[in-house]
């Protein structure tokens, strides 16, 4: 069919032509917003967790625009290993605290404006180039130096100036698994500070990043677990995944012939960027208006080349001889399930857990694997297994 009327969208953060499966997260969050515009009150901070692919800077960019259009202050950015956060944050905050100063009463947004001025100069002297307004003085109270107590101190003054603008805050922090353990201990303490008072402020954070995050979180400061509502972002199930595939084709008058559809399923498997890849390359081949079995043997085998390629083949040929034996061992005992490092002793010829520890780190720090509790090892990418299990070295 008509390759430029293909409505999927395989891809890092591509907004599927359909979000599926994500209504119970979307109408959770939309309680939260009301709470914030109706009451000035704040809730719990969220950490969206779960594999690499299963859709959560797509979720993240959804709330944003849940908000933004409703004159929310927000900021959306991406942990680096490489960049501390308070530069990230400093500089995603100003774009939206302009579009607010032309938005709101500048009395109301006086002491925000001052506060963050100080606080960006202490964290990036030159942002002051950029400041909101060469007219805004600094105002002392979030630029000790001190991250974690400037950031609480920010979260406060973004929490009261959004109450009495009658909207809320929201930071998102997507890959939040890469932020230092300073940054996510100042993360940590500032969420902590906006829930003090009789009524917790209006700043929501919603972290996001893999299955290891909320472990993260806890290591860096010990309430973590009871400051945020956790919440996994997994595969579809057969209804969402169905959905996911049928609406956006409905939309165009093209529908499936019940055998393509589960074989599609079958292929795809829940995997939401599978079935995007799925989608895609069934309609490319497909002659049409209706989607055959034939369509979805060959579209189906496409698209996993495609994520044969992109996915999983990068990370392979990534890892070393060593890692590779590792990686192997782990498919071999467990297929997708997490695997206890210790078991891999054995099947890996080695002596003690210790010898494992190199690799181990070294393919934590790829990207590959993640350590879902002390002592396990699981990979961060669904299908990961099946793929390794047929390569041949
Ligand atoms: N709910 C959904 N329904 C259908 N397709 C989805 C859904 N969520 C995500 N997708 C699709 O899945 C793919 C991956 O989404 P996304 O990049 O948001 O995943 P991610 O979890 O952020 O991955 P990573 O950990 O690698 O950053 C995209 O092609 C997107 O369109
Ligand atoms: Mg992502």
């Known amino acids: ?43 719990r901070s969220w950490v969206l967790h779960g594999l690499r692919g299963v859709g959560k800077t797509v979720l993240l960019n959804e709330l944003l625009v849940q908000v933004g259009s409703r004159g929310w202050i927000t900021a959306k950015l991406e942990a680096t290993a490489g960049t501390p956060l308070s530069v990230a944050l400093t500089s995603e905050l100003l774009r939206s605290l ?35 307004d060469v007219d805004i003085a600094p105002i002392p109270g979030a630029d000790s130096g001190r991250f974690a107590e400037d950031l609480a101190a920010l979260f406060t003054v973004l929490g009261e100036t959004s109450r009495e603008l009658g909207i809320g805050t929201l930071i998102l922090v997507d890959e939040l698994q890469e932020a230092s353990a300073a940054d996510l ?51 579809l199930d057969g209804a969402d995944a169905q959905a996911a595939l049928t609406g956006p084709t409905s939309l165009r008058g093209v529908d499936w012939d019940p055998a393509a559809l589960l074989m599609a399923l079958d292929v795809a498997a829940g995997y939401p960027y599978f079935l995007q890849a799925v989608g895609k390359h069934v309609w490319d081949v497909a002659p049409g208006p209706r989607i055959h079995v034939d369509d979805v043997v060959l ?71 993640y350590a879902p509790e002390r002592g396990l090892l699981a990979f961060t990418v669904p299908g990961m297994s099946s793929f390794i299990l047929k390569q041949s070295a």
């Open 1 to 43: 069919m008509d390759p430029v009327a293909n409505p999927f969208r395989p891809g890092a953060g591509r907004r599927p032509p359909l979000l599926a499966g994500r209504g119970p997260v979307l109408d959770a969050f939309d309680v939260l917003r009301r709470r914030a515009e109706e009451l000035g009150e704040g809730d």
């Open 98 to 132: 302009r579009t607010a100063t032309g938005r709101h009463p500048a009395p109301r947004l006086r002491r925000l404006l001052g506060m963050f001025k100080a606080f960006s100069l202490k964290v990036d002297p030159a942002s002051g180039a950029f400041s909101v």
């Open 185 to 235: 201990t100042a993360i940590n303490t500032a969420v902590h500070a906006i829930g003090q008072g009789q009524a917790p402020l209006p700043v929501v954070l919603v972290g996001a990043g893999l299955p290891s995050l909320p472990a993260q979180l806890a290591e860096a400061t010990s309430y973590a677990e009871r400051l945020y509502e956790y919440r996994a972002i997994g595969l």
């Open 299 to 369: 579209g189906g085998e496409f698209a996993r080349r495609e994520v044969d390629d992109g996915l999983y083949r990068s990370r392979w040929e990534r890892a070393t001889v060593a890692q590779r034996a590792l990686l192997r061992a782990m498919a071999d005992l467990a297929g997708e399930r997490p695997v206890a490092v210790a078991d891999l002793v054995g099947p890996l010829n080695r002596n003690r857990v210790q010898d494992l520890s190199v690799a181990r780190t070294e393919l934590i720090k790829k990207g590959l694997l």
